[in-house]
């Protein structure tokens, strides 16, 4: 199946600081979703990006689909932006997402 | 954007009872639902797909049998835990996409399952 990598795995920063997370991906998708996920569990998708740049906020995510990777920038973070951060990408010949591993990040203020 | 909502958010139980989850999708049909388990620190894993009116299919190494997957409606798959173990406690999350909106899949608020 598609390998999904995600780096790095985990990540300290101090509050303001920006940072950039990275996904690699083994084979062509139809569909990259970046995740927060939160102490609780719960996944808040931040971007819907199979190809492209998109900003929302101080999140910005650019995905380069013909050399399968994509790029999360968090810019002037703050520690409500601690937690897990998954890249999950659908193959062209799936139906369902795969995820990476996650980064771990903790903001510090 | 759509909402998938899955009941119950955390559940105990004891050893070799049964414990069924909820997925379901809010304000649009999903012929087809997402089954993931995620242990402590670790990602997601695709347990299954779950398929209206048809049965599901479940990943290598996912036993059906222990997993039970209904999808009767368009819009709610549930998921039973049968006869369930310690080593069963985990967070389970569905997921579904909306065909129409085109803006890619959405998760449930998942499920803390731990069983005693």
């Known amino acids: 199946g598609i390998q999904v990598e995600q780096s790095p795995p985990d990540l300290i920063l101090q509050e303001g600081a920006n940072s950039t997370l990275r996904c690699n991906f083994s084979?062509?998708?139809?569909?990259l979703q970046w995740f927060h996920q939160n102490p609780w569990g719960q996944l808040i998708n931040l971007f819907y990006?199979?190809?492209g740049t998109k900003q929302n906020g101080r999140l910005s995510a650019t995905t380069v689909a013909t050399e399968r990777y994509s790029l999360l920038y968090i810019s002037s973070s703050q520690t409500t932006d601690s937690g897990v951060y998954f890249c999950?990408?659908?193959?062209?010949?799936?139906?369902?997402?795969?995820f990476g591993k996650g980064t771990s990040l903790l903001v510090t203020p | 954007g759509a909402v998938v909502s899955q009941h119950p958010s955390w559940v105990i139980c004891k050893s070799g009872t049964s414990v069924k989850i909820e997925c379901r999708s809010l304000?649009?049909?999903?012929?087809?639902m997402f089954w993931y388990r995620q242990f402590p620190k670790q990602s997601l894993m695709l347990m299954a797909t779950?398929?209206?009116?048809?049965?599901?299919?479940?990943e290598q190494g996912v036993e059906k049998d222990k997993f039970l997957i209904n999808h009767a409606s368009l819009t709610l798959s549930t998921l039973t835990v049968t006869s369930a173990h310690p080593e069963d406690s985990s967070f389970y999350i569905c997921?579904?996409?909306?065909?129409?909106?085109?803006?890619?899949?959405?998760f449930g608020s998942g499920t803390r399952l731990t069983v005693v």
């Open positions: 997921s579904a996409r909306d065909g129409v909106r085109h803006d890619g899949y959405t």
């Open positions: 084979d062509s998708v139809n569909n």
């Open positions: 990006i199979p190809s």
């Open positions: 999950a990408v659908k193959p062209n010949s799936g139906y369902a997402l795969n």
């Open positions: 304000d649009f049909q999903a012929t087809t």
């Open positions: 779950s398929n209206e009116g048809s049965k599901a299919t479940y």
